[in-house]
């Protein structure tokens, strides 16, 4: 079993940077991709950014490529989405996830209870 906890969310202005943590804990969190997920209101989940067990693999959605950032800290067992550049439309709850390296929420198996990230116009 992985337990996650995100942090980090707030609100922001346009043009704002906000940096989300997710603490993972349990006896193989460290070995799981994860990946982080947002959902706006009266929108499905989607994919944001991805990265492998070791932190050497990274992959991002068309729309954040270049704005946010994904990273990793093993010993400190945190995963971190640095965000840039937020626009309006970044306006979700994020969610971080362990599981496999991909892009398809099915592919992960654990997931934190989210955090709000609102920006203003």
């Known amino acids: 079993q992985v337990q996650l906890v995100e942090s980090g969310g707030g609100l922001v202005q346009a043009g704002g940077s906000l940096r989300l943590s997710c603490a993972t804990s349990?006896?193989?969190?460290?070995?799981?991709?994860m990946g982080w997920f947002r959902q706006a209101p009266g929108k499905e989940r989607e994919f944001v950014a991805a990265?492998?067990?070791?932190?050497?693999?990274?992959y991002y959605a068309d729309f954040v490529k270049g704005r946010f950032t994904i990273s990793r800290n093993n010993v400190a067992n945190t995963v971190y989405l640095q965000m840039h550049s937020l626009q309006p439309e970044d306006t979700a709850v994020y969610y971080c996830?362990?599981?496999?390296?991909?892009?398809?929420?099915?592919?992960?198996?654990?997931w934190g209870q989210g955090t709000q990230v609102t920006v203003s116009s």
């Open positions: 349990g006896r193989t969190s460290s070995t799981y991709a």
């Open positions: 990265i492998n067990w070791n932190g050497i693999r990274t």
């Open positions: 996830a362990s599981g496999s390296y991909g892009t398809n929420p099915a592919e992960y198996l654990y």
